[in-house]
């Protein structure tokens, strides 16, 4: 089982809807989590932290933590053809001093 | 305040060769992780330094090295390169729990594109 987990994609919504972002962890112990947002040919740029269980808004983003269920989660409301690219789901576990990444959900956005 | 840079960001080489590649972090960040990108694999980690010493790392080949220096800037050295060596290195700095959780906030540089022919 990897240690983070996402459906890898693309997902495909119409300009104006609601994208909605998954993944899942296996470590219990993790403690912080992070969605980054990565264009094609781009470095990865850090968009929402969560370290609780909860919602966490910002702006048209939200992220959502659950971690009885392990799970974390990136809502994009009113999507716009600028979201389009690759949101890359990263875990902090433990005790360790790294961040485990997921392999990325490809996010399309529609005219 | 600036962000992170890397040098330099494009790098043709022959396998056999080795590289090195520069990290300059945030300033006032201590820790810089180093992650090899590939279209197959995603992001995986190589190593992490906080305070010049080495504190993680991946499940990479001993030719993969790194260091860092006391100004926290930092390089990765990759030693007889081969073929699945081209990838897109990139390095991160943060904080690292020096100040309450947000301080685990990784900030990426532009990267390096290493093509290896």
Redesign the interface.
């Known amino acids: 089982q990897k240690e983070v987990e996402q459906n890898s994609g693309p997902l495909s919504v119409p300009e104006g809807a609601i994208a909605s972002l998954n993944c899942t962890y296996s470590d219990r112990v993790s403690q912080s989590f992070f969605w980054y947002r990565q264009y094609s040919g781009k470095s990865p740029e850090l968009i929402m932290s969560i370290y609780s269980n909860g919602d966490k808004e910002d702006g048209r983003f939200t992220a959502q933590l659950n971690k009885a269920s392990q799970y974390v989660s990136l809502l994009i409301r009113d999507s716009q053809p600028s979201d389009s690219a690759t949101y890359l789901c990263a875990v902090l576990a433990g005790t360790a001093s790294k961040l485990t990444f997921g392999t990325g959900t490809r996010l399309q956005v529609t005219l | 305040k600036a962000g992170v840079t890397q040098t330099p960001r494009y790098l043709i080489k022959t396998r056999g060769q080795q590289v090195t590649l520069s990290c300059s972090p945030i300033s006032g960040h201590r820790?810089v992780?180093w992650?090899q990108q590939t279209p197959g694999q995603?992001?995986q980690?190589l190593f992490?330094y906080?305070s010049e010493t080495q504190?993680?790392k991946?499940n990479f080949p001993g030719r993969f090295s790194g260091r860092q220096f006391s100004n926290s800037r930092s390089e990765m050295n990759v030693s007889t390169l081969e073929l699945g060596d081209s990838a897109?290195y990139?390095c991160a700095s943060s904080l690292?729990g020096t100040s309450g959780?947000?301080s685990?906030?990784?900030?990426?540089?532009?990267?390096t594109r290493l093509t290896v022919t």
């Open positions: 820790s992780s992650y995603g992001l980690f992490e906080f504190r993680n991946g897109l990139l690292w959780p947000s685990y906030e990784q900030y990426f540089g532009p990267g």
